[in-house]
């Protein structure tokens, strides 16, 4: 239902980082997105689209509606190489894409 | 400051039941918060398998259909899954985790707090 690309991306700090997720079909606004690092439980960045969850820093932005949703980091920080997941709730059951790994270039 | 912490066995036999605890901490059981279970693996990745909430309701993944329990003990501040009939396919890492409802949009809602989460493997 959830199809996130790239799968994986090379990037450097200070880079501009853009991530999408497409459903397949209209999801509204109802996509949350994720960042997971190595041996830890996922950490929720954004919800509902485009709000940035308490305390995570702003050069984390979504945006999207219906079916096509993006994530942009502004300028990429060492802390920022990870994997991220969106996730949507428009329907049960709730399901995550499949991840974007973000690598240092 | 809530935290979640997962617990129960990390070995379970093929055809037997799976059962696992989270214990909360930092808010009560009977918050808003539905109590939910998320499982990851390789194969399958970030899998949503169900949800509580302190009021009875339920939601579960159609994939677990017959499987799946989820209960809370408001007493103890915890909350369990039991998974039975256990194939490899269970092998994966669990999670608890919190999700809650958006103060100024109902509508959204989104996991906020989630346990270090506890590797289970299903092997003989």
């Known amino acids: 239902q959830m199809t996130q690309s790239p799968s994986s991306l090379s990037a450097s700090v200070g880079d501009r980082v853009t991530i999408t997720c497409q459903a397949n079909r209209d999801m509204r606004t109802y996509l949350n997105w994720y960042q997971q690092t190595p041996g830890q439980a996922p950490k929720l960045l954004i919800y509902a689209a485009s709000n940035l969850e308490a305390g995570v820093p702003s050069r984390f932005s979504g945006s999207g509606s219906g079916t096509d949703f993006t994530l942009t980091i502004s300028s990429l920080q060492p802390e920022d190489f990870a994997t991220y997941y969106c996730q949507q709730y428009d329907i049960v059951p709730v399901t995550f894409g499949q991840g974007t790994r973000l690598e240092i270039k | 400051q809530v935290q979640l912490q997962e617990s129960g066995p990390r070995l379970v036999r093929p055809s037997g039941p799976l059962s696992l605890t989270c214990a909360v901490s930092?808010?009560?059981?009977?918050?808003?918060?539905?109590w939910t279970w998320v499982r990851q693996s390789p194969e399958m990745g970030l899998e949503w398998i169900g949800e509580m909430h302190h009021n009875g309701n339920r939601n579960s993944n159609p994939s677990f259909d017959g499987r799946l329990t989820i209960s809370l003990d408001k007493s103890k501040n915890v909350f369990s899954l039991k998974l039975t009939s256990v194939t490899a396919a269970d092998t994966a890492l669990y999670y608890c985790?919190?999700?809650?409802?958006?103060?100024?949009?109902?509508?959204?809602?989104?996991?906020?707090?989630w346990g270090p989460g506890t590797l289970v493997t299903v092997s003989s």
């Open positions: 930092g808010v009560s059981i009977s918050s808003p918060n539905w």
């Open positions: 985790v919190s999700r809650r409802i958006d103060d100024v949009n109902p509508e959204a809602y989104f996991f906020d707090n």
